[in-house]
Structures are given as C-alpha cells and as structure tokens.
Antibody
Framework: EVQLVQSGTEVKKPGESLKISCEASGYTFSTYWIGWVRQMPGKGLEWMGMTYPGDSDTRYSPSLQGQVTISADKSISTAYLQWSSLKASDTAMYYC?????????????WGQGTLVTVSS | EIVLTQSPGTLSVSPGERATLSCRASQSLSSSYLAWYQQKPGQAPRLLIYGASSRATGIPDRFSGSGSGTDFTLTISRLEPEDFAVYYCQQYGRSPTWTFGQGTKVEIK
C-alpha cells in the first residue's frame, strides 16, 4: 500500500529555519516525482514544486523559486521542504503528493499534511 | 500561464440530486492534463478524475468527468452525504508547472 507520512505540526518565529519531511512507503521511491502543495488558511491549493529522487531533478513554481528548497533522500525514501528564513506569510498547511508517472499529469497519493504556523 | 476558473464558487444541492461543476481554462489544454480532486474539511485532497474523464481507483461511478479544449465538467450524478466537500480542478502546464482552480464548495441545500 502506498503511503506518504508527513512530519508533525510546527510553530516557528519569523526568521527561523525549518525543514519538514514526507516519508514514502509501498513503492519504489526513486522512480516517482514527489511534489509539494501549499494551502494557506481558508484558501485553495497551490503547487510549489517537485523533485525526482532518482536523479535529484527539481522544479519550482516561478512564484516560489528561491523562497524554499525541495530535496529528497532516496536512501530513506523521504522528501523534504525547507525554508532558511520563515515569514508570517508562510503560515499554511503543506502537503506532499506523488505524481503518478513521468508521463502522467496528476497526483495520485497525498500525505496527511503538515501545519506550519509562523508567528512572533 | 494557463489560469483555471471554477464555477460556481458554491453550489447548494440536496442529497440525491445532480451536481455539475465547471472548470474553464484560459487557453486550450490537452485533456490528458486535466484532473479533479475532492477535499473534505481537515483532510488532504483526494484524486477523483484524471485525463479529464478517467475515474481514479476506488472512485464511485456517480462521479464523471468530461470536456475538452477550455471547458471541463465534473458531474456527481446523485449526491451522497459524503460528497459534500470542496472540489478542485488541476492542469499541467509546460515548464513544468501545475495549477489548480480556486475550488467549488458543494454544500447541503
């Protein structure tokens, strides 16, 4: 059974760094793209970027390029989303999601979400 | 960049009735690039439809997708209590990028 299990709720202060994780199981991690999707409070879904663990190819949404770093460690089947300096506007729920295949254009499995709150 | 516009913003429907949700793209896109998701409060999104009209594994046949070019539709033939949720369309664009519509909330009338 495919599962994506995300790390727990985070409460941080502006300017702090953060790295959240998404541990995959039930499939060959290195052969599927993993993406991250942001959902700000009361808002819709926003694709942030994705990475291919097999060769570390990573793509970002143009609007978020440079603001976050997406990576993966295929030895432990885990993807990451990290910030070097959080802002209050980073407060959101973050989901990881698996892209079905390199020639498929949708996300078939999702993590349960990680809530990040940034407040002074 | 292709923008997806969903309508209506909120749809009030009685259980057992039919719901029709629209997703309009600002430019023509391949049907292969269009998907629909359902999100219930406090839960992650769930894939319903991919390739504009193919149901994902385990999705009941009361859910159907159709459309091409710039106009796509998600239809729920007979609403069950568990279908009241927010629905998002999503498209793939070259670069690559993925964008979502702003969502349609289906609420109990």
């Amino acid at each position: 059974e495919v599962q994506l299990v995300q790390s727990g709720t985070e409460v941080k202060k502006p300017g702090e760094s953060l790295k959240i994780s998404c541990e995959a199981s039930g499939y060959t991690f290195s052969t599927y793209w993993i993406g991250w999707v942001r959902q700000m409070p009361g808002k819709g879904l926003e694709w942030m970027g994705m990475t291919y663990p097999g060769d570390s190819d990573t793509r970002y949404s143009p609007s978020l390029q440079g603001q976050v770093t997406i990576s993966a460690d295929k030895s432990i089947s885990t993807a990451y989303l990290q910030w070097s300096s959080l802002k209050a506007s980073d407060t959101a729920m973050y989901y990881c999601a698996r892209r079905r295949g390199s020639w498929e254009y949708y996300f078939d499995y999702w993590g349960q979400g990680t809530l990040v709150t940034v407040s002074s | 960049e292709i923008v997806l516009t969903q309508s209506p913003g909120t749809l009030s429907v009685s259980p057992g009735e039919r719901a029709t949700l629209s997703c309009r793209a600002s430019q023509s896109l391949s049907s292969s690039y269009l998907a629909w998701y359902q999100q219930k409060p406090g839960q992650a999104p769930r894939l319903l439809i991919y390739g504009a009209s193919s149901r994902a594994t385990g999705i009941p046949d009361r859910f159907s997708g159709s459309g091409s070019g710039t106009d796509f539709t998600l239809t729920i033939s007979r609403l069950e209590p568990e279908d009241f949720a927010v629905y998002y369309c999503q498209q793939y664009g070259r670069s690559p990028t993925w964008t979502f519509g702003q969502g349609t909330k289906v609420e109990i009338k």
